[in-house]
């Protein structure tokens, strides 16, 4: 990774991603990427796609339908953690063989029309001194935004703060500033640190509690005067509705994968638009600009540039905003001397 990552999670160093290319009897691929979060996690990924290309094979290429065999599948061993991202990664796999042989962009395959996305930087900016992430915020504006975001997540409520104040003091009034505590507190710090962020000019606060405590967020987002931000661990859309039911946040940012790729993700942005909640993304965003097209609320794209390494078109930024391409698919070509390059298996 170009900026390792300090989070309250832990330090992510390098972006372990696993290739999807699916073949079609036609000729036409289809191919998508997962983020894996460990090798441990790629690894586990790739045996689990093994498993589901054997289940698919000779299939019609139809999403929908290949989304509800694979849940039954699943099933009895659970449709949770790595597998869930591994359908995910399949159905985007698919929606891209579908929108190449129709010689279009997934936007305009799914009747939309491309467009510039607001999108926020959210590469680097860990859990270093204020100092240095203040001076690292004013880089990752200088790459084209107008909006990054800052982990949070330190030992104590006051350094938090401060590496807040900090950031805030170094980079322009009008930028925005998201944070996130990848859910590193309780209830009661959260509304503590929440309480003292509400005076720091942050736009959101992201997971600052367990990511299945929908009674707690919605207690901060309720009590909390900064708008709560969760989602990225939603698998599927249940516990999106019942995150939205509950009054958990302010904001959702479904994650591609966990969400059920473009067939899940359509179905969340649904969900989002009849509760008129902003929705956002977490990670992949190729593929996640195209869908902010047909996303009645669309919000921020969150912009990382882990796999623009092994792209052949990385995904374009400037002003503020992602700018995808109008090339056929999902925007996903690789870079095929990159990905030899990068290989680790």
Partial sequence: MRRPLRTSGGTIEHAPLVLIDLETDEGV???AYLFAYSDVGARALREILAGIAEMVRDDPVAPVAIAKKLNARFTLPGREGFAAIAMGGVDVALWDALARAASLPLARLLG??????????SNGLGLDAPEKVANEALELLAEGFHAIKLRLGRKTLWDDVLAARAVRAKIPAEALLMTDFNQALTVAEALARGRALDREGIYWIEEPVRHDDYAGTARIAREVETPVQIGENFLGTRPMAAAIAAGA?????PDLARIGGVTGWLRAAALADAAGLEMSSHLYPEVSAHLFAV?????????VDWASAILARPLGIADGQARPDDAAGVGLDWNDEAVSRFAFE
């Fill in 29 to 31: 691929p289809g191919r």
């Fill in 112 to 121: 939309g029309e491309l467009r510039p996305v607001p999108a926020y930087n």
């Fill in 249 to 253: 946040a302010d904001y959702v940012m």
């Fill in 295 to 303: 996303t009645p609320t669309a919000h921020f794209l969150e912009y």
